[in-house]
């Protein structure tokens, strides 16, 4: 079950994503470094197993619309900082 967002958390996450070596290559060649990945958003949905992150979402006029959305199993975050509730006032639209 995905759980929606009712505040708008702008949150900075550390996660390992997989990588691939494409080409012919000697084992001792291979990077066995872990790569990590620095992503930043609005958290905009979250169940047990992943998060999503966006950093576009719609405004009042288009509830719940998001886009660029980057969904990261839970197992694969080092860690989740919550930046700030809001970063600018909201102002009338046009």
Same mark, same amino acid.
């Given at each position: 079950?995905?759980?929606?967002? /009712?505040? /708008?958390?702008?949150? #900075?996450?550390?996660?390992? =994503?997989? *990588?691939?070596? =494409?080409?012919?290559?000697?084992? /001792?060649?291979? =990077?066995?470094?872990?790569? #990590?990945?620095?992503?930043?958003? #609005?958290?905009?949905? /979250?169940?047990?197993?992943?998060?999503? @992150?966006?950093?576009? @979402?719609? $405004?009042?006029?288009? $509830?719940?619309?998001?886009?660029?959305?980057? @969904?990261?199993?839970?197992?694969?975050?080092?860690?989740? #900082?919550?930046?700030?509730?809001?970063?600018?006032?909201? *102002?009338?639209?046009?």
């Amino acid at each position: 079950m995905i759980k929606k967002r /009712e505040k /708008e958390l702008v949150v #900075y996450v550390t996660w390992v =994503d997989p *990588h691939s070596v =494409d080409a012919w290559t000697t084992v /001792e060649e291979l =990077d066995l470094r872990p790569a #990590y990945i620095r992503s930043v958003g #609005y958290l905009v949905a /979250e169940n047990k197993k992943c998060i999503a @992150i966006s950093p576009n @979402i719609g $405004d009042e006029r288009i $509830d719940n619309v998001v886009s660029c959305t980057t @969904i990261i199993p839970r197992q694969c975050i080092v860690s989740i #900082y919550v930046t700030r509730k809001t970063i600018v006032k909201k *102002h009338e639209l046009p």
